[in-house]
């Protein structure tokens, strides 16, 4: 397939953060081949190009990566939302989610797929409960993922029941084990598009000894690690308690850490974790649409005044990147009580090029750019909401005015996936209609309890 975008203003984020007007872009098969004039490039691909695409009205961007999620939790969607983040990881949302055949997890993660590639998200890392269902949801849709499963030594009856940590190496190998099956079985799938990460679950869970041998297996595979960090204040304190050390520390001492680590959430950070995170080239996956709505929100500027490389994720029930991107603006705000900064520019930048960095893909996609992977977004910019439309306002409107309706184009990898608002790589209609019985039944065998809505948070 070949495509020819022309008169369109395109988001490049390159190094120099060009925006151009009136300009074309060139895409055969996978690649980005040539950016320029509009005239230069009609004269020479015009009559070769499959496709013309007129983007008068258009904003090209690259597509958004989404650093931290779990799509199969959009079978637990309007149950978490209203709970403390220990209710929600160890209580309300267990129920549904052990209530989940492997049908049930291939379905809600190809409609949490189709939503994300909607919101022009095109690469996902994704971890949850039927990994290898969920790849096959990814392989269908077309979107570009990261697949892990979860493993930790902490046993979490325990701690569900009784609030506990009891740990135990042998079900930490164990669920590396099994981890690691995931990686043998579906790293490299697709071409490429389907590339795994080794995920301990949360840092309060492991041990040291758990992260040393995470770390040996990923450095065997060739592929990164992530774990959900300090995302209550009850996980720091566990780690002190246990081992004697913070978050940070204990995983540098373990070896954890590296360029190719993405810590989740990474909100109860002291300097210590903040300085390990930094000095070991690290990334974190910032969560702000799900932490704000359980009244958290992550020291972003620390982090990046550190050095640390901060990506944008959706995490549970939220997989709309325009959502997340005005969420991450408005928190950032509150958080340091300037509405000055950040500059739309930066959110746009951890949208796109520090996702694609926290993966280590930064060399392949995350930008537009000649050579790069063709991971492309448009969005229709003739819209109220946009209105007035001037070439200066272009990155402002996104950041505070996007929505995921205005995406008129997803491209992943050269492939068109949502084409004129609607998604075009699959049924759309039985996708969400699956979904919605899946649900129900799911809902049914749960037996949920609502009186556990009330409960109150503990850590
Ligand atoms: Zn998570």
Known sequence: MSVLFENATIVTVNSGGDILHDSAMYVKEDRIVEIGDTARLKAKYGDTAERVIDAKDGVLFPGFVNTHSHSVALACRGRAEDVSNWDAIWGVMGSIRDSMTGDDCYVASRLAYVEMLRSGITTVADSGAHMLRVGEAAIETGIRAYLHQNFRDADATLLRDEGRYEYSMERGM?????????????????????????????????????????RGEADRLGVGVTIHLSQNEREPRQCLEAWGDLPGPMMEKA???????????????????????????????????????RAHIAPVSDMIE?????????????????????????????????PTV?????IVQMATMNGARALGIDDAVGSLEEGKVAD????????????????????????????????????????????DHRYVGGNEEAILEEAQRSGEEVWERAKVDWELRTSGGKG
């Open 174 to 214: 164990k669920g590396l084990g099994d981890a690691v099956d995931l990686v043998e079985t579906m790293h490299g799938k697709e071409g490429g598009r389907i590339r795994c990460l080794l995920g301990p679950q949360t840092i309060d869970t492991v041990s040291p000894k758990l992260l040393a041998a995470t």
């Open 376 to 419: 492309v977004v448009m969005m229709d910019y003739a819209r109220a909401r946009y209105t007035p439309r001037v070439r200066e306002n272009v990155l402002s409107n996104l950041v505070h005015f996007g929505a995921a309706d205005d995406v008129a184009l997803t491209m992943v990898g050269g492939r068109i996936l949502v084409d």
């Open 342 to 346: 950040p500059h739309p520019s930066t």
């Open 255 to 293: 070896g954890f850490l590296g360029p190719d680590f993405t810590g989740a959430h990474a909100i109860f950070l002291h300097d210590e974790d903040i300085q390990a995170l930094a000095r070991n080239d690290c990334s974190v996956s910032h969560n702000p649409q799900i932490n704000a709505k």
């Open 306 to 338: 550190a050095g640390i490389n901060v990506g944008l994720g959706s995490d549970n029930m939220f997989y709309d990147m325009l959502e997340v991107i005005k969420t991450a603006g408005i928190v950032w705000r509150l958080r340091v009580k300037d």
